[in-house]
Structures are given as structure tokens and as C-alpha cells.
């Protein structure tokens, strides 16, 4: 079965542009949660989204934001984006509590 | 606040030496645990999980980890080591009724052939 599949995978903007990142999970897993990946902080939680709500959220800014559709495909979004902003965006899913997560191969962000 | 730890961030190892990363978590109650894997360029990739039961558990490629709950620790191991063990591992936790898997910095793993 296809993987969880992120696109795009690279990404360059400008300070202050806005950002919008797509996840589309395995087929049948209905939880999806996003991490940032960078070299000094490792993998940060940012969010969880399970059958179109979020369940738990991270300790990041109101820029970033995310949503799932009724198909469980996620989306996440930065606004006003920052140079520190820049870094792997990695979206998992899973099909339920009690599984490990399958991740997706990110979303390289740059902000120039 | 609930934490993982790593206790090694890079790891050098000749091929055919014994492996153990160490892995401690902050917290008394339940714990989910969990050793992911990455390898250069690709993404992450489960290599065992512990939930309950028999605390020695066994994960793809040879890997293992034993959860010792006296010490919060889950270290993995490997008896021997190959070159394409070269990687990333990052040791994750589930605590309690918290969803967020809260993750250690990882340790990055050079196998010398």
C-alpha cells in the first residue's frame, strides 16, 4: 500500500510569505500529526488532527495552523513566515492509539 | 514536563561491534515507547515498539530494546553492527493520557566498514 506522501518536497520563500503544506496519510489511518525537524531542537510535536479535529497541539505559535478534511488528508499552514521557520516539516499517521506511526519522507522548508 | 533523552549523540562503531543506544523518559505512569530509525535521505522508519508485556522487545534487522521500568529506561541494542546500520535513531514515549510523542534528539550511529 502507498505510503504517507507529502508534497511538495522542497520548498524556498521569502520572510513574511505564507506557507501551505499537504499530507496525505496511508489509506485507513485516520490520525495525522505534523512535526518540525531541525538539527538543534530534533522533532517537535506541532500538531494532531484525528477524523477532521485537533486532538492535541504542540507548543508553537498561532502561525502555524493545520486542518483534515473528511478524507483524512491533512494540510498545515505557517503564516508570516520566519527565517527560523526553515527546517523538515514531517507529517505521520497512524491508523489508531496503539500503533506506531508511519512517517511521510517531509516537506523541506527554506525561508530566505 | 514529560521528557525523553538520549544519552549519546554520535556513536562510532567499527563493523561486527556490539551496539546499545541509551534511552531514559521522565515520567512514572504508563509509557508507550518507541526506537524510530533514519537512515540518510529517507524518512523515518519504526524499528520496535513497547506497549506491555515482555519488557525485551524485538524489532526489525536484528534490533532490540528492553524496557526497564525501576530505571525509565529503553536502550536498544544490536549484538553486531553493519555498515548499513549507519543512521539517525530517535527513542520516542507516549505518557499517560498526553498524545503527544515526545521525542529524544536522537543519536547519530557511524559504522566504519
Known amino acids: 500500500k502507498a505510503g504517507v506522501t507529502q508534497t511538495p518536497r522542497y520548498l524556498i520563500k521569502t520572510r513574511g510569505q505564507q506557507v501551505t503544506l499537504s499530507c496525505s496519510p496511508i489509506s485507513g489511518h485516520r490520525s495525522v500529526s505534523w512535526y518540525q525537524q531541525t538539527p538543534g531542537q530534533g522533532l517537535q510535536f506541532l500538531f494532531e488532527?484525528?477524523?477532521?479535529?485537533?486532538?492535541n497541539k504542540g507548543n508553537f505559535p498561532g502561525r502555524f495552523s493545520g486542518r483534515q478534511f473528511s478524507n483524512s488528508r491533512s494540510e498545515m499552514n505557517v503564516s508570516t513566515l520566519e527565517l527560523g521557520d526553515s527546517a523538515l516539516y514531517l507529517c505521520a499517521s497512524r491508523m489508531r492509539e496503539g500503533n506506531g506511526y508511519t512517517f511521510g519522507s517531509g516537506t523541506r522548508l527554506t525561508v530566505v | 514536563a514529560q521528557s525523553v533523552s538520549q544519552h549519546n549523540h554520535h556513536v562510532i562503531l567499527s563493523e561486527a561491534a556490539s551496539l546499545e543506544l541509551g534511552c531514559n523518559y521522565s515520567y512514572g505512569g504508563t509509557v508507550n515507547l518507541f526506537w524510530y530509525v533514519q537512515y540518510p535521505g529517507q524518512h523515518l522508519q519504526l524499528l520496535l515498539k513497547?506497549?506491555?508485556?515482555d519488557p525485551l522487545v524485538k524489532g526489525i534487522k536484528g534490533f532490540e530494546a528492553e524496557f526497564i521500568k525501576s530505571k525509565f529506561s529503553f536502550n536498544l541494542r544490536k549484538p553486531s553492527v553493519q555498515w548499513s546500520d549507519t543512521a539517525e535513531y530517535f527513542c520516542?514515549?507516549?505518557?499517560?493520557?498526553?498524545?503527544?510523542?515526545?521525542w529524544g534528539l536522537g543519536t547519530s550511529l557511524a559504522v566504519n566498514p
Open positions: 488532527y484525528f477524523s477532521e479535529t485537533q486532538r
Open positions: 520516542a514515549a507516549f505518557a499517560g493520557n498526553n498524545r503527544k510523542l515526545i
Open positions: 513497547y506497549f506491555s508485556g
